[in-house]
């Protein structure tokens, strides 16, 4: 079965850094598109960034700035760099990845920003 495992996660004073990585096991092929989701507590799942295959990124308005997401040397590896990080931004951290139009999830990864 293909599974991602999401670590780097942990708890950060506002104006901090984190650097979240993801790494896929159960297949030899490359994900199309691979990206970062996150939740907050009593909050809907959103898309923070998303990065294909050939390299493209694209951000949530809230993460423009200060996070930035890319792919390790490996072919299912995937990092997001966040910067500047504020309460607000607290929530579990979710891998997503697309594979053959099926879409893969990790079990998440808790981030919190102190005030």
């Known amino acids: 079965q293909v599974h991602l495992v999401e670590s780097g996660g942990g708890l950060v004073q506002a104006g901090g850094s984190l650097r979240l990585s993801c790494a896929a096991s159960?297949?030899?092929?490359?994900?199309?598109?691979m990206s970062w989701y996150r939740q907050a507590p009593g909050k809907q799942r959103e898309l923070v960034a998303i990065?294909?295959?050939?390299?493209?990124?694209n951000y949530a308005d809230s993460a423009k700035g200060r996070f930035t997401i890319s792919r390790g040397n490996g072919k299912n590896t995937l990092y997001l760099q966040m910067n500047s990080l504020k309460p607000e931004d607290t929530a579990v951290y979710y891998c997503?990845?697309?594979?053959?139009?099926?879409?893969?999830w990790g079990q998440g990864t808790q981030v919190t920003v102190s005030s």
């Open positions: 990065i294909t295959l050939g390299g493209t990124t």
């Open positions: 997503h990845g697309l594979l053959s139009s099926v879409n893969y």
């Open positions: 159960g297949t030899i092929f490359s994900f199309n598109v």
